[in-house]
């Protein structure tokens, strides 16, 4: 393996650095009582004295050890501590309450399910659309099989590409993605459009249904009628 090195910035009092097969390790020590200590990583601030700053804050880098020839790769590897409950991964709030947490209030259950934000209260610009024109262009949208180029050959996938997902239905805010949320929602809507044209066509048989009985009825009328002349001109003769 190679160095592994902790350095800090030119201003700051200490560095620490361990060669060949060397680890550096940060522990937060052990309390009998409370929490354990807190290890924080942060980047460089810059802040000027009236709140503003002059650059961009300084980004955090994890990067793990790379290898050569039929190696592979050093994993970077989160584990939160165990306990009753474990604990878990946040990103963006300090107090996550499930095993991957965001911020914005989406997160990964125990069991890999993702859970994406859906909060009414989070959304705005609420704008109905008409169903039936959501089926009419998935039913233009071209599904095809693939799979992605870093796969190995084997690998099978469904559905559409992201650019004419985009130039379809415009949704997201990228051409090159697309948001299983926005998946969902077209998903969803083409449902409800199925729905109604088949409700339709219900309607449009039915109508027919009723106009056939009442001509069947009509001529049935007439039919008896036909019946009693007859039988009245023949009792005459």
């Known amino acids: 393996g190679g160095n592994v090195t902790v350095q800090s910035g030119p201003n700051s009092p200490w560095s620490l650095?361990?060669?060949?097969?060397?680890?550096?390790?940060?522990?937060?020590?052990?309390?009998?009582?409370?929490?354990?200590?807190?290890?924080?990583?942060e980047g460089g601030h810059n802040p000027l004295s009236n709140g503003s700053s002059v650059s961009s804050g300084g980004n955090v880098k994890v990067t793990a050890g790379n290898a050569a020839g039929a190696y592979s790769g050093g994993n970077i590897v989160l584990m939160p501590g165990t306990g009753t409950p474990g604990g878990y991964v946040g990103i963006g709030t300090n107090t996550p309450?499930?095993?991957?947490?965001?911020?914005?209030?989406?997160?990964?259950?125990?069991?890999?399910?993702w859970t994406s934000v859906s909060d009414r209260n989070v959304k705005e610009s609420f704008t109905p659309v008409t169903p039936t024109e959501v089926l009419a262009k998935l039913m233009a949208l071209p599904i095809t099989q693939w799979k992605y180029k870093i796969e190995p050959e084997g690998i099978k996938?469904?559905?559409?590409?992201?650019?004419?997902?985009?130039?379809?239905?415009?949704?997201?805010?990228?051409?090159?993605?697309?948001?299983?949320?926005?998946?969902t929602g077209v998903a969803l809507a083409a449902i409800q459009g199925l729905d109604q044209k088949v409700e339709a066509k219900g309607q449009q048989s039915e109508s027919r249904i009723q106009k056939l009985e009442t001509e069947n009825a009509e001529l049935k009328s007439r039919l008896e009628k036909l019946e009693q002349l007859f039988n009245t001109q023949g009792a005459i003769k």
């Open 17 to 41: 650095s361990a060669n060949g097969y060397s680890k550096v390790s940060l522990q937060g020590g052990t309390l009998n009582a409370g929490d354990g200590a807190v290890i924080d990583v």
């Open 97 to 113: 309450v499930y095993p991957l947490h965001m911020a914005s209030g989406a997160y990964c259950s125990a069991a890999g399910v």
């Open 157 to 183: 996938h469904l559905g559409p590409v992201a650019q004419d997902f985009h130039t379809a239905f415009g949704l997201g805010d990228s051409d090159r993605a697309i948001g299983s949320v926005d998946e």
